[in-house]
Nanobody, 125 residues
Framework: HVQLQACGGGLVQAGGSLRLACASS????????MGWFRQAPGKEREFVAA????????NYADSVKGRFTISRDNGKNMIYLQMNSLGPEDTAVHYC??????????????????WGQGTLVTVSS
């Protein structure tokens, strides 16, 4: 069964915004770090953002810092990614993930405990 389900992607013009959401059915949601990574066609997977279990700590890839904001609602088992000032370089399938490790180590992780089907973000120039 689906454990992480992302949605909210779409086509947007450069400079626009999108808000991605991810619903989790994992019983470990409230204790796990959560985050987003993305993969563009022909490119390697790229870490985007992570948030700790409480939502009080976050980290971001340099490429999105200041433009993207990750948040979570532990009461609803949801995480979100607010993406502003989008550019064509943000075009990719965006995936949410869950991991038992500290959010601090996740930017350099080569894999994650769980990830779901992605949602496609396309930014036109």
């Amino acid at each position: 069964h689906v454990q992480l389900q992302a949605c909210g992607g779409g086509l947007v013009q450069a400079g626009g915004s999108l808000r991605l959401a991810c619903a989790s059915s994992l019983h470990t949601f409230s204790s796990d770090a959560m985050g987003w990574f993305r993969q563009a066609p022909g490119k390697e997977r790229e870490f985007v953002a992570a948030i700790n279990f409480s939502g009080r700590r976050t980290n971001y890839a340099d490429s999105v810092k200041g433009r993207f904001t990750i948040s979570r609602d532990n009461g609803k088992n949801m995480i979100y990614l607010q993406m502003n000032s989008l550019g064509p370089e943000d075009t990719a399938v965006h995936y949410c993930f869950s991991d038992a490790r500290s959010y601090y180590y996740l930017p350099n992780a080569t894999t994650y405990d769980y990830w779901g089907q992605g949602t496609l973000v396309t930014v036109s120039s």
